[in-house]
């Protein structure tokens, strides 16, 4: 096995009893996306110069009794959304190319500080503006989307060319590239991370979570990234906790909430066969099922997007201005459409959010989480503007991926998505964890016991 | 709320742009016009929800550090 090949938790087990050296780690992380990325392009820059010297940092660190914790020189990825001190942060937008921040974001220190080794940028949507990653190729199949707007950070950790990746999730950018390119993906609670030094697409529904092999690596990440920070608005001084202790609890004692409308509404039939199976592995394994109606369904899209085009607009008001021809087709059209929409619509988007927030705090009266597919859909085929439903509507990819997604950033609520199969084309597909506000050890324990009792997460492109 | 909203083209998109201070060329509206719809078509079904007294999901902290 090639050092490339480990998981975060293994590499990091192995790092610790100095049975690998992180840079040996390194150096085979950085052949594997020398090799692979020119197909692939999940990488806005490699940090390879860099990587090493952290790399040789970490290993005379710990060979000098100095061990740090599990990231300690393991190989991350970061999201391009995400600042980086003297390395290009462009956004995959050519509005940005110049970019080279002088500070990290605030993820990126506590990677630096936990001594993770980061190997690179990885492409976005531009701006996290659209589930595509245009730059970038699904590793299950080259001719197919990675998703997005995390879809260089999915592909990474696909291709493994390194450990976990760092995405950001504001109409599921997190869970779309995790469910379509097989990986786990953790999209924490509204004000679990901090977002300072990222740039924004809509302040009300961002929140930035990591990618990787597996649930315990999401844990792991977990512990290093989330935390309080006064310089982002939105995170909450709730104490941070140990996110891996309880992943081997099972799901016995648990409730878990199944939808009865919205999810499976107009599913893929392979999805749909995939997904239900997962949650009768999981009744298999002692979690008790009630169904559950999901409250206002039919608010959830208008409500994403009544909050996010006129939010990312805002952002965006004076670089349009400036640099308009620079944009991207798609991404400059709903930058424009945000600025012509009324701020009373907007705060009516708010307000509705409010009364979506109450519903499901209702609906999980007596359940500790809700189980659904991340996506109705696996991955579109690159150039693929719509799914064809068998009754012959047509939906664009963007509206299928965020509307199982929004209810996730609409409410705030931590949401994992973990493998749950294949189609019969060999397309990963992705069960989606939904739990109460700050029950991020909850939604990890749900996703360990699935993962586990499977092996789905043990296959690879 | 009162009625459909008009579709956003011709002078009604002129003049939301001219409010938003947006140059928008002859190319850029027609792209940007039938854009500004399908948000609004969205939005608009927002309408009929009885939002009472309920604030929105916004919130601001008074403390400095």
Same mark, same amino acid.
């Given at each position: 096995m090639e050092p490339y090949e480990l998981r975060l938790s293994e590499a990091a087990e192995r790092i610790r009893s100095r049975e690998l050296s992180p840079v040996e780690l390194t150096d085979s992380v950085l052949g594997r996306i020398e090799a692979l990325d020119e197909r692939v392009?999940? %990488?806005? @820059? $490699?940090m390879g110069d860099r990587a090493v010297g952290a790399a040789r940092a970490a290993e005379q660190e710990i060979a000098g009794g100095r061990y740090r914790g599990p990231l300690h020189g393991v190989c991350i990825a970061v999201k391009d959304l995400l600042d980086t001190a003297g390395v290009p942060t462009t956004s995959s937008s050519r509005t940005r190319a110049d970019n080279v921040p002088a500070a990290n974001a605030a993820v990126v220190d506590h990677l630096e500080a936990a001594? @993770?080794?980061?190997?690179g940028k990885t492409h976005t949507h531009e701006f996290a503006?659209? $589930?595509? *990653?245009?730059t970038t190729r699904n590793p299950?199949?080259?001719?197919?989307i990675p998703g997005g707007s995390s879809g260089g950070s999915g592909a990474a950790v696909a291709a493994r060319m390194c450990q976990g990746a760092i995405g950001t999730d504001t109409g599921g950018s997190v869970r779309i590239p995790a469910a379509v390119c097989g990986t786990v993906g953790l999209k924490p *609670? !509204?004000?679990?991370?901090s977002r300072r030094g990222t740039a924004s697409l809509s302040w009300s529904l961002d929140h930035i979570g990591p990618l990787t092999g597996s649930v315990r690596d999401a844990a792991l990440m977990m512990d290093v990234i989330a935390g309080y920070d006064r @310089?982002? &608005?939105?995170? +909450?001084?709730v104490p941070v906790p140990r996110?891996?202790?309880?992943?081997? @609890? =099972?799901?016995?004692?648990l409730v878990l909430g199944v939808p009865r409308?919205? %999810?499976?509404? +107009?599913?893929d039939p392979e999805v749909e066969a995939a997904v239900r199976a997962a949650i009768g592995r999981l009744e298999d394994l002692g979690a008790e099922l009630r169904e559950v109606d999901l409250p206002h369904p039919e608010l959830y899209m208008p409500a994403e997007f009544g909050i996010l085009v006129p939010e990312a607009s805002a952002y965006h008001q004076e670089t349009l201005r400036k640099l =308009?021809?620079? !944009?991207t087709e798609d991404v400059r059209m709903f930058l424009e459409a945000g600025e012509l929409m009324l701020a009373t619509d907007y705060i009516r988007a708010q307000r509705v959010r409010t009364l979506i927030q109450q519903g499901w705090r209702d609906m999980f009266a007596g359940i500790d989480a809700v189980l659904a &597919?991340?996506? &109705?859909? $696996?991955a579109a085929r690159a150039g693929e503007l719509a799914f064809t439903w068998p009754d012959g509507v047509e939906e664009p990819v963007i509206n299928c991926y965020v509307r199982t997604s929004a209810p996730g950033n609409l409410t705030g609520l931590p949401a994992l998505s973990v493998p749950c199969g294949f189609n019969s084309e060999g397309l990963p597909i992705g069960l989606q964890i939904i739990g109460r506000p700050f029950a991020e050890p909850t939604v990890l324990r749900i996703g360990a016991a699935y993962e586990t009792a499977t092996d789905w997460s043990d296959r690879h492109p | 709320m009162a009625g459909p909203r008009p579709g956003c083209s011709g002078p009604t998109l002129d003049e939301l742009a001219r409010m938003a201070r947006l140059d928008l060329t002859p190319e850029r509206k027609a792209v940007a016009g039938p854009a500004v719809d399908l948000v609004y078509g969205l939005v608009d079904?927002?309408?009929? $929800?009885?939002?009472?007294?309920l604030a929105p999901a916004t919130a601001f902290d008074a403390r400095w550090e």
């Open positions: 392009g999940a %990488f806005a @820059a $490699v001594g @993770a080794v980061i190997v503006y659209g $589930v595509i *990653t245009p299950w199949d080259l001719d197919r *609670t !509204y004000g679990r991370v @310089a982002d &608005p939105a995170t +909450r001084d996110h891996g202790e309880g992943l081997s @609890a =099972g799901v016995e004692n409308n919205y %999810f499976f509404d +107009r599913i =308009g021809d620079l !944009y &597919p991340t996506l &109705p859909a $696996v | 079904q927002l309408d009929s $929800v009885d939002l009472g007294d």
